[in-house]
């Protein structure tokens, strides 16, 4: 079974600039979760999709960070623009729906960015 | 507001020792879980272990056991025999009932020493 797919691995921009990232979550998996770690602390959810809809966005900057899930399977996080405080990595999960709350996240591994 | 603490920043051990990690976690629900993630300097996420707070019973994974204090909202991680490859960033996490709204803590390093 093939894993949670992330790209780019790396990225470095300047601040202001725009970035986006592409996760392809574990076949079947209706809940995508986007985190972001800073360094040196647990990873924060920023959304949280169950197909194509919004589950939880309450911690997502919605002045700046913008998500999608077209279809249910790929997603997208964008910052537009970037600040110096959203380096980090941006982790990528998915889970089965089926079991809710109980279910494993399988995680991504991740886009460090950097912002300069 | 859930939260979820992790108290140690830092902890080592003797390969082939027992080491345990402390997580406290502050909720209001009366149904959620509680998991303990590890995550090797590679940065992939895996889960080692999960609770179900309605069970009684503490959640084992062959070396990997918790203590789960439910009134104490108490989560800890027990390892035992350490073996190198454990060395990695311990999460403890929290979800409540439906899934929505995952909360992990700022972590703990473990280093087994050889």
């Known amino acids: 079974e093939a894993g949670v797919a992330q790209s780019p691995r790396y990225k470095i921009i300047e601040k202001r600039q725009s970035v986006a990232f592409w996760c392809n979550p574990i076949?079947?998996?209706?809940?995508l979760y986007w985190y972001q770690q800073i360094l040196g602390q647990g990873p924060k959810l920023l959304i949280q999709?169950?197909?194509?809809?919004?589950?939880?966005d309450s911690q997502l900057p919605k002045d700046r960070f913008s998500a999608e899930r077209l279809k249910g399977v790929d997603s997208t996080l964008k910052i537009q623009p970037a600040k110096l405080e959203d380096s980090a990595v941006y982790l990528c999960?998915?889970?089965?729906?089926?079991?809710?709350?109980?279910?494993?996240?399988?995680f991504g591994p991740g886009t460090r960015l950097t912002v300069t | 507001a859930q939260t979820v603490t992790q108290s140690q920043p830092e902890m080592s051990v003797q390969e082939a020792e027992t080491v345990t990690l402390s997580c406290t976690y502050d909720?209001?629900?009366?149904?959620?879980?509680l998991f303990w993630y590890k995550q090797p300097p590679s940065r992939q996420m895996i889960l080692v272990i999960r609770?179900?707070?309605?069970?009684?019973q503490n959640a084992t994974e062959n070396r990997f056991s918790v203590n789960f204090q439910k009134a104490a909202k108490s989560f800890s991680l027990k390892i035992s025999d350490s073996q190198l490859g454990d060395a990695a960033m311990y999460f403890c996490?929290?979800?409540?009932?439906?899934?929505?709204?995952?909360?992990f803590g700022t972590g703990t390093s473990l280093t087994v020493i050889p």
């Open positions: 999960a998915s889970s089965d729906v089926r079991g809710q709350g109980r279910n494993e996240q399988y």
């Open positions: 076949s079947g998996h209706a809940t």
């Open positions: 999709f169950q197909n194509n809809g919004v589950v939880d």
């Open positions: 909720t209001s629900e009366s149904d959620y879980y």
């Open positions: 609770q179900e707070a309605y069970k009684q």
């Open positions: 996490a929290y979800t409540g009932d439906t899934g929505n709204q995952f909360y």
